[in-house]
């Protein structure tokens, strides 16, 4: 193959995409950028394509990639280059079929073996077990984690180089058409048909319009393999008449019969015919999809090259592949990000991306073995050397010997330590030299690293509140698509951001780029400052003893009454401050804080004569939001609060933003957007009633302490408050008042689930244990118990959370151990 490398000159890439450009400068690009918060390795080579979608605009963060000294710009509106000097801008019709055009050029250039997935379930998984089974026999180029959308495919396709033997590309739709564009990309010689479930559905007319849209994929391909099946052989037949099959499953007109399979302890033995010859293969785990998914990759093994590559012994050790990126608590005041057993250097730029999110003011950390991966020492210790510059890591501790042999090169880049293995670093670095950090955690499988994270933890106990801030985003981006582009967004994040965890959530939240944040008490927006959160905060219940506080760490309060107007205004003066921002609060039917409709002249009048203080909003609360019945009285409190707004606007004479929609009311009253929206329980996805695809973001879960038997008759608890009618068996489990699992779920008011099944409370909540009913249930001691969770329907965990009145949540002690990921 001729020499292949994502390196072109600016006119080339003018070119490839049909376009002119401004400035022909002989620049080479080689890197693409379509998110303006990552900084460039290189800025100078790189390209930004300003991409246009439903909710961002890419041609508003041109100022923001310009300023970390990209130069280079793919756009499809007309630009002022005044604005930007010796910016180079590629003028296109579309940026997102500009960036697809790129890809496949690039594509049409890589003329080896080519893998595409896709499928239901599965994709990102058999991607993975197929580059642990090959990438030390062959140089492999993969999809990074799941990037298989309309954007995921092209940044994939790029990363084919000349020292690529077989790509592998995940492609994945959520609705019809979409396949047309990957293909046209993609153009696989070879494809995994994974297995046809449920997931993405909802856009399909039916199940069957789904499997033909995926099949589009494989159109131009030579091979497909795909699980036997009489159904999907005929529309495969009939979809892909020129692409050869490749089947597997239990009946012998498969190519690869799976004969039987035993399963001990926690692996599976998978015993298949191929070729009139028999033999196995043992994975270590026992669920169906795995088994589904390791049977995909082992046919894989057997067809590419002939099977040359096939070792049965390597399914042993198939790794688990982990979708998210863990943030825990650590000793010493630190954080854990654990991704070990991914190792690669496109995870660990994806990993460093996510500690710079979340670091703060904590230094950074970066803990990383031997990075074992087909390509030179040379080149792959140089990138990482590039990536500990681009994130400022602050301290590198490197384990194994070949990452060992490069430490005068890195050690000249920042403080560094070295160590041949795992045991030697737990021997002998001082865990106190980790204090105050948030730590990186990235190791292959060999390095065992999990004995790291255990000795770095905080010692909890097995109580845990699991936060997905990835389920967060999407739900923050299921609201940001019913807004205007112009529209800004504030978010809560009062109560310990309703008990999920202030800081963690708040850096999620600034790095997506929301425009405020609110809290209920001064203190929170002191943390929140202290933490290095940059983000304007608005304090709801400022009181005169926190003002100097409120001045000291510039947050803005919420200003709802004249005494606290008089108070504020005084305290103001006594600093020497001018035009200081405040929140302007009317009560237009919720009958709790705010100023009257009747106070409107006299702010006016008062405000006008002040040099202190300066309104830049102005809000009100809708007191019922989602009950449809209360429409009416929604609407005239929306119409009450837009006279009052058009009335100070007019009286100060400047223009003020405008908010009064909560969650509730973003999904309702699309009219009363105003200038900005108030987003708070919608976000952690406890919205009742919603018709959003909200996802829950926080699950509480424990385990079974103990198991005992009991007789009818037989009492449970303090003052024998709990009665056996029957007998059965009662679960004990290490959470209680004290956890902030309320007291009031006492004797049957409260559940667990456990294993999939409802467990009523028995008896009286304790301070640190609860009695659930397990009669009849499949439970063991050591099983998982989950309070609320990602089990459960959002209308179930909004029922939950009301019946307790979110006294779990937001009152969950300190020794509850909470666990952060991103998938």
Not at 11 to 31: F, H, R, T
Not at 244 to 269: H, P
Not at 582 to 589: A, E, I, M, N, R
Request: a neutral charge; glycine letters at 6%.
């Amino acid at each position: 193959m001729k020499k292949l490398k994502f390196a072109y000159t600016v006119s080339e890439i003018a070119q490839i995409l049909s376009s002119n450009c401004n400035n022909d400068v002989p620049l080479i690009i080689d890197e693409l950028h379509f998110d303006s918060r990552k900084t460039p390795l290189n800025a100078q080579n790189a390209i930004f394509f300003a991409l246009q979608g439903s909710q961002r605009n890419g041609h508003f963060y041109l100022n923001e990639a310009y300023s970390k000294g990209i130069r280079c710009f793919v756009v499809a509106e007309i630009i002022d280059e005044k604005d930007f000097p010796n910016a180079i801008f590629i003028l296109v019709d579309n940026t997102l079929r500009a960036l697809q055009k790129l890809a496949k050029f690039h594509r049409k250039l890589y003329d080896r073996h080519l893998l595409a997935i896709t499928g239901s379930n599965g994709k990102t998984i058999i991607k993975e077990w197929l580059y642990h089974l090959l990438h030390s026999l062959v140089n492999v180029s993969r999809s990074p984690k799941s990037f298989n959308s309309q954007i995921g495919v092209p940044l994939s396709l790029i990363l084919l180089d000349e020292k690529t033997e077989l790509g592998i590309i995940e492609a994945g739709i959520s609705q019809p058409d979409e396949m047309d564009f990957l293909e046209n990309m993609i153009a696989p010689q070879l494809g995994i048909l994974s297995h046809m479930g449920d997931a993405h559905q909802a856009n399909f007319d039916s199940h069957l319009q789904k499997i033909k849209e995926k099949l589009k994929l494989f159109r131009n391909a030579g091979y497909l393999i795909h699980r036997y099946d009489l159904e999907l052989n005929a529309i495969i037949a009939n979809e892909l008449p020129q692409c050869k099959t490749f089947r597997w499953g239990s009946t012998s007109e498969a190519d690869v019969q799976i004969v039987s399979q035993q399963t001990k302890a926690n692996l599976t033995q998978i015993f298949f015919r191929y070729a009139d010859f028999d033999d196995s293969i043992l994975i270590p785990f026992t669920n169906e999809s795995a088994v589904e998914n390791a049977i995909s990759a082992l046919c894989f093994m057997l067809l590419f090259e002939t099977g040359k590559y096939f070792v049965a012994e390597k399914f042993r050790t198939l790794p688990p592949v982990s979708m998210r990126l863990e943030l825990k608590s650590a000793r010493f005041n630190s954080l854990i990000i654990n991704d070990s057993y991914n190792s690669d250097l496109n995870s660990v730029a994806e990993a460093l991306e996510f500690l710079n999110q979340q670091a703060g003011i904590k230094q950074k950390v970066l803990i990383i073995s031997d990075i074992l991966q087909s390509i030179a020492d040379v080149q792959l210790y140089t990138k990482l050397g590039l990536l500990i510059q681009k994130y400022r890591i602050d301290i590198f501790i490197g384990i194994g010997q070949v990452i060992s042999s490069w430490q005068a090169d890195l050690k000249a880049l920042l403080a560094s330590f070295f160590y041949a293995t795992t045991e030697d670093f737990l021997q002998e670095h001082k865990i106190t030299q980790l204090a105050n950090s948030i730590i990186l955690l990235k190791g292959a499988r060999q390095f065992r690293f999990e004995k790291i994270a255990h000795w770095l933890e905080s010692k909890h106990h097995s109580t845990r509140l699991e936060v997905n801030l990835s389920a967060m985003v999407a739900n923050l981006n299921i609201y940001r698509a019913l807004l205007h582009q112009q529209t800004k967004v504030m978010v809560m994040v009062k109560a310990y951001s309703y008990g999920n965890g202030t800081l963690e959530i708040a850096r999620m939240l600034e790095y997506q780029k929301v425009d405020f944040l609110a809290v209920a008490y001064a203190n929170e927006g002191v943390e929140l400052k202290n933490a290095g959160i940059s983000l304007p905060v608005m304090v709801m219940n400022p009181a005169p003893e926190d003002f100097d506080q409120i001045l000291e760490y510039s947050l803005m309060p919420e200003i709802y009454s004249w005494s606290v107007l008089y108070a504020f205004v005084e305290k103001l003066k006594e600093f020497g401050l001018r035009n200081y921002p405040v929140h302007l609060k009317f009560d237009t039917g919720m009958s709790r804080l705010g100023f009257c409709s009747s106070d409107v002249l006299q702010l006016i009048d008062f405000l006008k004569k002040q040099e202190s203080i300066k309104v830049i909003s102005v809000f009100s609360h809708l007191a019922s939001a989602e009950d449809v019945a209360d429409d009416d009285f929604s609407h005239r409190q929306i119409n009450l609060f837009l006279q009052i707004s058009q009335e100070l606007e007019i009286g100060l004479g400047y223009k003020l933003i405008k908010h009064i929609l909560n969650s509730a009311g973003i999904e309702r009253f699309p009219q009363a957007q105003f200038d900005m929206v108030r987003l708070g329980i919608g976000l952690y996805g406890a919205t009742s009633g919603s018709k959003l695809p909200l996802q829950n973001i926080s699950s509480l879960k424990t385990i079974v302490s103990q198991i005992k038997e009991l007789n009818a008759g037989d009492t449970v608890g303090y003052n024998r408050r709990g009665i056996m009618k029957t007998s059965g068996r009662i679960a004990t489990i290490p959470i209680g008042y004290a956890d902030g699992f309320s007291r009031a779920l006492s004797n049957g008011v409260g559940s667990v689930w456990i294993n999939g099944k409802e467990a009523p409370v028995v008896g009286s909540v304790c301070m640190d244990m609860t009695m659930v009913d397990v009669s009849g249930l499949n439970v063991e001691e050591g099983d998982e118990v989950e309070i609320f969770g990602s089990g459960m329907s959002i209308d179930k965990m909004a029922s939950l959370r009301n019946t307790i009145s979110y006294e779990v949540l937001t009152s969950i002690s300190g020794r509850v151990k909470r666990i952060y990921f991103y998938e």
